[in-house]
């Protein structure tokens, strides 16, 4: 019996060895190249991301790492406790690693059978953030662990804490605190507010997210949390809470990242670090080959900010008038100019992808394409007569097709406390101001009559949209604009027709291209291929296409925005001396002006106004204000390439048709122009004698306007 315990003892002692051997080993083999104390006290990521353009031309290296060391003595008190409140407030207690934290951890991971993460300490992430990747298992957790007690044994808790504020990632390229408070609020360290410091602290668990650039508010809810956080540990009094929440911090860029394109940058950063983590893309000496043209960014640049310069001298407003321009290549979708703003180290609000503007009569062509398909045709007579609406509460009711006033049954008014016409006339002005009476007035206030469906949209003549969403309804026209790319809520009223609704511009822009490109939708990008420092193939991005329209269609409402430029409000455009098509765009009081237009090869879209609803002043139009920007690009974007039309579908016809009556031209026709047709939708009937002395002739006159 005695011998057979020994024995057990023996086996027991031998494999109690042999396991302790071979974790010394595994533990070994494990920390074997984790950096020495003074290798992580040096350490600096040198290998920048370099930004191409399409022609391997040299954008930026706006990757490159941005940091300022700080003395720990100079951090300001409030910063060090609100990283400490909101990431590890028992810092100053724990020895490297948190036993509680990471029980929750482990617990949180078995319940979603993944590594979800959590648990870790300053110290840990520090030394995450310093040597390790952010690669979720268990071996690089356990690489954190060794890592973290090897720092808590050869630096104090002070030397640690100012290790992770100088080297901790908190978005838009910056490293530490000191950058980060340059970067978003063009401060340095000592000069943040409280709740300035609690803002950036709120950044460590994803700067991406809770950006203020990108996302003010949603950076505003984070700040407050820290602030409760600091609050409920003590480390602030209520009166420091109370002020410290009410104040809105003012965000804005120490210096601008790129040059050229900062805005384009801007807008493929996002993609980038949606895909990478920021340790490997702004360390890793990335390449990435983008679909942008530095000859047309900086010819776009050039131009915008030339035209408003002079647009400033007239208006003499206190502030400067914004801009946004976007071209692409219409069959990709591939981004050759992005515009986003005058001056990016102004503002970094980028106006073509997060602006939403009223797009005036820019929107008219997605009512007229809805038209089209529910029975209409580009020679449809529409009355273009005044029209007065309105409001019963629920929608907008007809009331009378002239502004005589005359026809008018005030008797719907009674809830108004109008009677008669001269009540009506003395309140109008109020009753426009109050939303209760609606005149979609003309531009300059002039009526043609009985006019084609072509030129009820070259002259823009607003009666005429109001008038076609009557008939094929307004959720009829938000199911196109929805299929086209539309993507901001509209809603189902007559005021749609003039563009009441607001919506982004690369939105708009996207729609235009569907009509461009013969019906098939293209998603608009920006980057092509990313390899790695050695070359090899990260990522490539293709065109992503899907039809929502037929040839026929798209070509239809592109054969009548050709007609908007050679006989319409974007004449203007004619100077491109080449084949175009395009619509203008105005809004009420000329807060903003559109010229959208393309090529069989290129499409541009330009908005001008200023960032809050201004006007740009009288007559201000997109014809003349925004249409010789986008014509001016427009000649050196298309400057190699040879002219040529869009490409037409076998289903179409083309038949000469009478202008003033809308059917075959006949030798009693007076003026005859040569219209386009889906085969079998064309007028059947020539005009008689009779037709063409009855029907008056429509004015010839033509504003370059709406």
Same mark, same amino acid.
């Given at each position: 019996? +005695?011998?057979?315990?020994?024995?057990?003892?023996?086996?027991?002692?031998?494999?109690?060895?042999?396991?302790?051997?071979?974790?010394?080993?595994?533990?070994?083999?494990?920390?074997?190249?984790?950096?020495?104390?003074?290798?992580?006290?040096?350490?600096?990521?040198?290998?920048?991301?370099?930004?191409?353009?399409?022609?391997?031309?040299?954008?930026?290296?706006?990757?490159?790492?941005?940091?300022?060391?700080?003395?720990? *003595?100079?951090?300001?008190?409030?910063?060090?406790?609100? @990283?400490?409140?909101?990431?590890?407030?028992?810092?100053?207690?724990?020895?490297?690693?948190?036993?509680?934290?990471?029980?929750?951890?482990?617990?949180?991971?078995?319940?979603?059978?993944?590594?979800?993460?959590?648990?870790?300490?300053?110290?840990?992430?520090?030394?995450?953030?310093?040597?390790?990747?952010?690669?979720?298992?268990?071996?690089?957790?356990? +690489?954190?662990?060794?890592?973290?007690?090897?720092?808590?044994?050869?630096?104090?808790?002070?030397?640690?804490?100012?290790?992770?504020?100088?080297? @901790?990632?908190?978005?838009?390229?910056?490293?530490?605190?000191?950058?980060?408070?340059?970067?978003?609020?063009?401060?340095?360290?000592?000069?943040?507010?409280?709740?300035?410091?609690?803002?950036?602290?709120?950044?460590?668990?994803?700067?991406?997210?809770?950006?203020?650039?990108?996302?003010?508010?949603?950076?505003?809810?984070?700040?407050?949390?820290?602030?409760?956080?600091?609050?409920?540990?003590?480390?602030?009094?209520?009166?420091?809470?109370?002020?410290?929440?009410?104040?809105?911090?003012?965000?804005?860029?120490?210096?601008?990242?790129? @040059?050229?394109?900062?805005?384009?940058? $801007?807008?493929?950063?996002?993609?980038?670090?949606?895909?990478?983590?920021?340790?490997?893309?702004?360390?890793?000496?990335? +390449?990435?080959?983008?679909?942008?043209?530095?000859?047309?960014?900086?010819?776009?640049?050039?131009?915008?900010?030339?035209?408003?310069?002079?647009?400033?001298?007239?208006?003499?407003?206190?502030?400067?008038?914004?801009?946004?321009?976007?071209?692409?290549?219409?069959?990709?979708?591939?981004?050759?100019? #992005?515009?986003?703003?005058?001056?990016?180290?102004?503002?970094?609000?980028?106006?073509?992808?997060?602006?939403?503007?009223?797009?005036?009569?820019?929107?008219?062509?997605?009512?007229?394409?809805?038209?089209?398909?529910?029975?209409?045709?580009?020679?449809?007579?529409?009355?273009? =007569?005044?029209?007065?609406?309105?409001?019963?509460?629920?929608?907008?009711?007809?009331?009378?097709?002239?502004?005589?006033?005359?026809?008018?049954?005030?008797?719907?008014?009674?809830?108004?406390?109008?009677?008669? +016409?001269?009540?009506?006339?003395?309140?109008?002005?109020?009753?426009?101001? *109050?939303?209760?009476?609606?005149? &979609? $007035?003309?531009?300059?206030?002039?009526?043609?009559?009985? @006019?084609?469906?072509?030129?009820?949209?070259?002259?823009?003549?607003?009666?005429?949209?109001?008038?076609?969403? #009557?008939?094929?309804?307004?959720?009829?026209?938000?199911?196109?604009?929805?299929?086209?790319?539309?993507?901001?809520?509209?809603? &189902?009223?007559?005021?749609?027709?003039?563009?009441?609704?607001?919506?982004?511009?690369?939105?708009?822009?996207?729609?235009?291209?569907?009509?461009?490109?013969?019906?098939?939708?293209?998603?608009?990008?920006?980057?092509?291929?990313?390899?790695?420092?050695?070359?090899?193939?990260?990522? =490539?991005?293709?065109?992503?296409?899907?039809?929502?329209?037929?040839?026929?269609?798209?070509?239809?409402? =592109?054969?009548?925005?050709?007609?908007?430029?050679?006989?319409?409000?974007?004449?203007?455009?004619?100077?491109?001396?080449?084949?175009?098509?395009? *619509?203008?765009?105005?809004?009420?009081?000329?807060?903003?002006?559109?010229?959208?237009?393309?090529?069989?090869?290129?499409?541009?879209?330009?908005?001008?106004?200023?960032?809050?609803?201004?006007?740009?002043?009288?007559?201000?139009?997109?014809?003349?204000?925004?249409?010789?920007?986008?014509? $001016?690009? #427009?000649?050196?974007?298309?400057?190699?390439?040879?002219?040529?039309?869009?490409?037409? &579908?076998?289903?179409?016809?083309?038949?000469?048709?009478?202008?003033?009556?809308?059917?075959?031209?006949?030798?009693?026709?007076?003026?005859?122009?040569?219209?386009?047709?889906?085969?079998? =939708?064309?007028?059947?009937?020539?005009?008689?004698?009779?037709?063409?002395?009855?029907?008056?002739?429509?004015?010839?006159?033509?504003?370059?306007?709406?």
């Amino acid at each position: 019996m +005695k011998t057979t315990n020994i024995k057990l003892l023996i086996i027991s002692l031998i494999i109690t060895t042999l396991l302790v051997l071979l974790i010394s080993i595994y533990i070994a083999e494990l920390t074997k190249d984790l950096p020495s104390e003074e290798e992580l006290k040096n350490f600096s990521p040198v290998l920048s991301t370099k930004v191409f353009d399409r022609n391997g031309e040299i954008i930026t290296e706006l990757f490159t790492e941005k940091r300022t060391w700080v003395e720990f *003595k100079d951090i300001p008190e409030n910063l060090k406790l609100a @990283v400490l409140a909101i990431e590890d407030h028992t810092f100053y207690h724990h020895w490297g690693i948190n036993p509680k934290r990471i029980l929750k951890a482990m617990l949180d991971n078995i319940f979603h059978r993944k590594i979800t993460g959590g648990g870790s300490t300053i110290t840990q992430q520090l030394a995450k953030i310093s040597f390790l990747t952010h690669k979720r298992n268990l071996k690089r957790k356990l +690489k954190e662990l060794f890592l973290a007690l090897n720092l808590e044994h050869n630096f104090s808790k002070n030397e640690i804490l100012e290790m992770y504020l100088n080297q @901790v990632y908190l978005g838009h390229g910056a490293y530490g605190f000191q950058q980060a408070a340059r970067i978003y609020f063009s401060k340095n360290l000592h000069e943040l507010t409280l709740s300035e410091t609690a803002l950036l602290a709120g950044l460590i668990r994803s700067p991406m997210y809770y950006s203020p650039i990108k996302n003010y508010d949603r950076a505003i809810k984070r700040r407050n949390i820290v602030l409760k956080r600091m609050l409920d540990l003590g480390y602030i009094t209520k009166e420091q809470y109370q002020q410290a929440i009410e104040e809105q911090p003012i965000i804005g860029y120490f210096s601008i990242p790129s @040059v050229t394109a900062p805005y384009f940058i $801007e807008y493929i950063r996002d993609e980038l670090e949606s895909s990478f983590s920021s340790d490997i893309l702004y360390t890793g000496g990335f +390449k990435i080959y983008t679909t942008l043209d530095l000859k047309l960014q900086r010819a776009a640049e050039d131009i915008v900010n030339r035209r408003l310069s002079i647009l400033d001298s007239i208006l003499r407003s206190s502030e400067p008038v914004q801009a946004a321009l976007l071209a692409m290549e219409v069959k990709t979708g591939q981004i050759l100019a #992005m515009v986003g703003g005058r001056d990016f180290r102004k503002t970094q609000f980028n106006r073509i992808t997060q602006a939403k503007r009223q797009p005036g009569s820019a929107f008219k062509p997605i009512v007229y394409l809805a038209a089209l398909e529910h029975g209409f045709t580009p020679a449809s007579l529409i009355d273009d =007569t005044p029209l007065v609406f309105y409001n019963n509460g629920t929608d907008w009711e007809l009331l009378a097709t002239t502004t005589d006033f005359s026809t008018i049954d005030y008797s719907k008014l009674n809830k108004l406390k109008i009677s008669n +016409k001269d009540e009506f006339l003395s309140n109008l002005s109020k009753l426009k101001e *109050k939303n209760k009476i609606w005149i &979609p $007035e003309n531009y300059d206030n002039k009526y043609y009559g009985k @006019v084609t469906l072509r030129k009820a949209l070259e002259l823009s003549l607003n009666s005429c949209s109001v008038r076609l969403i #009557m008939e094929v309804g307004p959720s009829t026209v938000i199911e196109y604009a929805k299929k086209l790319g539309i993507t901001t809520p509209l809603g &189902p009223t007559y005021s749609l027709a003039l563009g009441a609704y607001e919506v982004i511009p690369i939105e708009l822009i996207e729609c235009y291209n569907t009509f461009a490109n013969n019906g098939i939708k293209v998603e608009p990008y920006g980057i092509v291929e990313i390899k790695d420092r050695f070359d090899n193939i990260l990522k =490539t991005c293709t065109p992503k296409e899907s039809i929502v329209l037929s040839h026929e269609s798209a070509y239809l409402i =592109t054969n009548l925005l050709k007609g908007v430029v050679k006989n319409g409000t974007g004449k203007y455009a004619k100077n491109l001396g080449k084949t175009c098509a395009g *619509k203008t765009g105005t809004t009420n009081d000329c807060t903003d002006a559109w010229f959208i237009g393309y090529t069989p090869d290129i499409i541009c879209g330009v908005w001008v106004g200023f960032d809050v609803k201004k006007s740009l002043g009288r007559d201000a139009t997109g014809g003349k204000i925004a249409c010789p920007i986008w014509t $001016e690009f #427009m000649k050196v974007a298309t400057t190699n390439i040879l002219d040529k039309d869009f490409e037409k &579908p076998q289903n179409i016809t083309e038949v000469l048709i009478d202008a003033n009556t809308g059917l075959l031209a006949s030798h009693y026709s007076k003026k005859i122009y040569l219209e386009t047709f889906i085969k079998g =939708t064309e007028p059947k009937t020539f005009t008689s004698e009779e037709q063409s002395t009855t029907e008056e002739s429509i004015q010839e006159e033509i504003d370059t306007g709406f």
